[in-house]
Structure formats: structure tokens, C-alpha cells
């Protein structure tokens, strides 16, 4: 092994680390001391990858916003945009279940002061180009409400996360197909135009 791969493994065995206790304790609750203790590194290491606390949950967040974004990818059978946003809702919360202790991060960093909301605003940016451009795309055709964007994205997101969760505590509600369909449902009418 290289030196530059043992650097890459020992940065995910922290980044690994500390999703673990950041879910389990709270992010609040974790000092980095405990996170290189978890990861079975030394302090030093942790500091030599992660100037501080707040660069590590900013690492990870992007990390775990990055790939729930990689997770809602085009299906080729949808044509209809309605279509198309209820797949890539469908693959988000897929991925939450697959992936519950970066739920519990993602809900600890929805109130973290460890990310400001314009640090917020440019991952989802970043990481969600497909949702943003399928919100964007139903806009522009009236199938949803003229909305400022980052209102949109916020009720999004909020939505995603209470759903996420109540799936996490209930698998079996995900299992249920009147369920999946009607948290698509409250997302969609909750952004579609006001009738006149």
C-alpha cells in the first residue's frame, strides 16, 4: 500500500468513525479525541486530515449529501417531470433506509451550528443538480408553484428527513405502497400552484 492510499484509508477510517458516534451520540456529545479512539488512529492523524472538529462534519456532510445525491440518478422510462421527481424521491428515501446512521447525521446537521445556512444552500447546490433541475424544469411548466428556490429546496429537504425517519422507526410503513405513494403526495401538492 502507498503512503497517499494509507492517507486516503486512514482519512475514510475517521470520516467512517465519526458517522458512527455522530449518529449514536450527537454530534454536540463527540470530541475528536473519541472519534480517533473509534477510528484506531491517533489524535495527531485525525488533526494532520481534519484542521478541526468543524472541517471533519463539513467533510462528512458533503460526503453523505454527495452520495444521496449520486443515489437519485434519471430513470429512462420516465418521461413526465411528476414522473421523474417521484422517481428520484423514491431512490432518496431507498437510500435513507439502506443508509440510517447518515440519516441520523443528516437530522443532527439540519440544526448543527457546525453548517451555516448558506454552507447548506451551496452543497444542496452542489450535490442535488438533478433534483434542483427537475424542480427548475417543473417550475417553468406551472406544475409546481413559482417559489423562491431555496424555500423549495428547505421544504424538500425538511420533508425528506421526517419521512426518512419515519421509515427508520417503522420499516414496515416504507413496505406499504399507499405509504410511499402519499409522502410523494404531500411533497407534491405541497408544491404545486394555489388555485386562484
Excluded at 45 to 50: E, K, M, N, P
Excluded at 76 to 101: F, G, I, M, S, Y
Excluded at 177 to 184: D, L, R
Aim: aromatic share 8%; net charge neutral.
Amino acid at each position: 500500500m502507498t503512503s497517499g492510499s494509507t492517507m486516503t484509508h486512514k482519512k475514510q477510517q475517521i470520516l467512517n468513525a465519526a458517522l458512527t458516534l455522530f449518529a449514536r451520540q450527537g454530534i454536540e456529545a463527540t470530541s475528536t479525541a473519541s472519534i480517533a479512539k473509534q477510528a484506531d488512529v491517533a489524535t495527531g492523524t485525525l488533526f494532520h486530515h481534519f484542521a478541526n472538529k468543524q472541517e471533519l462534519i463539513l467533510a462528512l456532510y458533503q460526503t453523505v449529501k454527495t452520495e444521496l445525491g449520486q443515489a437519485m440518478q434519471p430513470a429512462p422510462t420516465c418521461e413526465e417531470l411528476r414522473d421523474k421527481v417521484n422517481d428520484c424521491w423514491q431512490q432518496a428515501l431507498a437510500w435513507a433506509q439502506r443508509h440510517p446512521d447518515k440519516i441520523r447525521f443528516m437530522q443532527h446537521m439540519a440544526h448543527s451550528p457546525y453548517c451555516s445556512s448558506e454552507q447548506h444552500r451551496a452543497l444542496m447546490a452542489t450535490s442535488m443538480t438533478y433534483l434542483i433541475e427537475l424542480l427548475t424544469q417543473a417550475r417553468a411548466a406551472g406544475q409546481i408553484a413559482p417559489l423562491p428556490e431555496p424555500l423549495v429546496l428547505n421544504f424538500c429537504h425538511s420533508h425528506f428527513l421526517a419521512t426518512a425517519a419515519l421509515f427508520a422507526e417503522n420499516p414496515a410503513l416504507a413496505a406499504q405502497p399507499e405509504f410511499q405513494a402519499g409522502v410523494f403526495q404531500i411533497l407534491w401538492q405541497g408544491l404545486s400552484p394555489v388555485a386562484p
